[in-house]
């Protein structure tokens, strides 16, 4: 065998060029040398490939992002501060887009543009103590505080605090926009940088003092301090200052009257800033106290036109929100939004509750919702006749009887059919026994006849039958549109204490609010279609950009629709046997009254008529806000939900389908073996009245422990909070009624039933949440 060739002899012409086993290349005559110097490029990225990855890496990654960066540097304009001013008007409109409701005024008229020397020294530090700083030596923009608010977004450490320092929120408010993108947040940290090279650090102060939102409708320290304290900004305390920087973080929220708790956590930590900058020496802090607020701060919001347009505009105000359109762009993107509101039926509602209304003692209230059972949308609205009062119509109230209608048609999605036959006789245990309204009673007759006489020993029987009992009748009721949650009751509603409700939810024992039961029948009159109820058709920005359409919205089928349609069938007869108040013109009409009893009063304390078209749905609530018995405006008697509250129902819906095609509801299904209500109609007897005569009291009282709750209180002076049925405000249960005696005996009845005893209750809240199912 030869020897192995080891490249370094000639191979002469023709001959391969050995190959260097290391790097496979061709090795050269002289061991490659001469080749790399010949080409010393190819011979250093060859040999060198991690530098130059390095290097490509930087090139594209260092090198021009920078040079990018440089040009949009010089390119970004800085405007001037007054330039930077937008805050523009924000108006509603009905459903025809032409109608004026109200606006929402951004304080331009009472905002003053003041200089930096105007606002003493220990305001502006409270500012920077709370928002930045190191405002007078960053560059526009803090890296550290990026980094660590980056951090806290990978890692989701929601106490890792915000990266923006004072201009860049000034840049953000009046120049780039809160769109969420890193391209956005690029700009505002190159114009922050720009601004702060032209700028003095004591111009870009004075105008974000002078832009920044307070709270309270105030834009600017001036405002803010006329807000919050009836003074000008010159006179602010420490103290004062402190808790006005506090609020820039979360101004709604941070408000005094909304959270006090947060708000003195946040001016604490304000304060406590400015001993750490040296800006407050210790002994002072240590004796600051928390300053007291005006209570009655100027609105933000303008009403127009009837006083009774405040409650739709507050609920307006409550749907933006909830939609993601922020308090900010309301007051600044001059929106123009465009409520479901009918004038025609709003003025309907509005003339039909004050008519009635004009005759009713001083103590009565009322409230009245219509809504078009197709879409959710809301078309009449009465919640008080103040712009800034009560709104009844959001507050929670016992329902009486006209509850029934949700545990009928949890029966009937057992399988329990309109003709079943049930015992309308009274239900005794202990010492207590219960007894329909009037010593009505109509021996054992089918459901949907119950339901007419509303006789409540035959629901409670009823609800006996059920799969899971009481439970059964508010899950129904929340399928159908009852808000599961309400702020201001501490659990969730139909509920005890958070547990399963007691028998007398079939009765309406526990509150919910007048827009929910309009939108419970409107659910069973769209055959079992919810939609979720809504103010706001839409919202159009001043640039034209449309931020909100709910002209389309979809439904959610939630209830079977033989279900639906073999209750409304069963309600059909109601209006005509309730005091004569069918619809003109034979109009059809699904409907159901219910009373309230004043717990062993012998009065009533809420009276409720509900009824529905296939194309309108109106509720109608009447009572008291200060825990007296309810008296008819019309008979001076005690009042019932077939008396003045169908008055109203009648007069809004005559007045609101007058012209309109006459409509239908769907012929019901079969039911266990039933399809609508079977023509019997039992024995009746008892009070000497008779339900053929047009005197049904359908609904009638219903009885204590549906009553465990306590009625309306007025509120505490100067605590903000509204009574039962309130308005915004903080929460609250009223004081119980101290009848213990007879809830004793209402114990012993319901545990006779195998329920827990009612217990005495508690208060409703203030203002309720925005509408939703």
Known sequence: MGQENTGRANPGPGKDKPTNRSSGEASSPRGGK???????????????????????????????????????????????????????????????????????????????????????????????????????????????????????????????????????????????????????????????AKMTSKWSKDQIL???????????????????AQAYFNKPVSALTVSEGALLAGTIQSPSALDPFANRPAAEQRWNYVLDGMVDMGALPADERQGAQFPAIVEDAAPLQQNVGDESNGPIRRQVLA???????????????GLRVITTIDPEIQNNVIDSVEDVMSYQPEANRAAAVSMDPKSGAVRGYYGGNEAEGWDYANAPLQTGSTFKIFGLAAALDQGIPLSQQISSAPVTSGNITINNSEGMSCGTCSIATALEKSLNTSFIRLQTMLDNGPQDTADMAHMAGIAKKIPGLPDETLTEGGETPFEGVILGQYPVRVLDMATGLSTFANEGMYHKPHFVEKVVAA?????????????????????????????????GASRNHALAGGRTSAAKSGTAQLLDTGNNKDAWFIGATPSLSTAVWMGTDDNVPLYSGGSGGSMFGAMDPADIWKSIMDTSLAGTDYESFPDPGYIGGQAGAPGDSGTSSGGGQSYTGGQSYTGG???????????????????????????????????????????????????????????????APAEPAPPGG
């Open 34 to 192: 001469r080749a790399a110097q010949r080409d010393p490029n190819q011979g250093f990225f060859r040999r060198h490939p991690v530098l130059t990855t390095l290097a490509v890496l930087a090139i594209i990654f260092i090198v021009i992002p920078v040079v990018i960066v440089g040009i949009m540097y010089q390119r970004q304009d800085i405007p001037t501060p007054e330039s930077m001013s937008t805050n523009q008007v924000s108006e509603i409109y009905a459903q025809d887009d032409s109608t004026l409701m109200g606006r929402i005024v951004p304080p331009e008229g009472n905002r003053n543009i003041i200089k930096i020397d105007d606002v003493p020294v220990h305001v502006r530090n409270a500012v920077l103590a709370a928002e930045d700083r190191t405002f007078y030596s960053n560059q526009g923009f803090d890296p550290v505080g990026i980094a660590r608010a980056a951090m806290g977004q990978v890692t989701g450490e929601s106490t890792a605090g915000g990266g923006s320092t004072i201009t860049q929120q000034y840049v953000k408010n009046t120049m780039v926009g809160d769109e969420v993108s890193y391209e956005r947040k690029a700009k505002e940290i190159l114009t922050s």
């Open 206 to 224: 004075e105008g974000y003092l002078n832009t920044i939102y307070f709270g309270r409708g105030a834009y600017g320290i001036d405002a803010a």
């Open 319 to 333: 749907e933006l929100a909830n939609s993601g359109i922020s308090e900010d762009m309301v007051n600044t993107r």
């Open 543 to 575: 640039d034209g950009e449309v931020l909100l359409d709910n002209s389309d919205m979809e439904g959610e089928q939630r209830v079977n629709k033989d279900v639906a349609n073999n209750l409304i069938s069963a309600m059909e007869p109601i209006a």
């Open 701 to 763: 009282q219903d009885y204590g422990y549906t009553d465990s709750q306590p009625s309306q209180q007025a509120p505490a002076e100067g605590t903000g909070q509204a009574p039962t049925g309130g308005d915004t405000g903080g929460g609250g249960a009223p004081a119980p009624d101290p009848a213990q005696d007879f809830q004793d005996q209402v114990n012993d009845f319901l545990d006779g039933l195998g329920v827990e005893g009612g217990g005495d209750g508690g208060g």
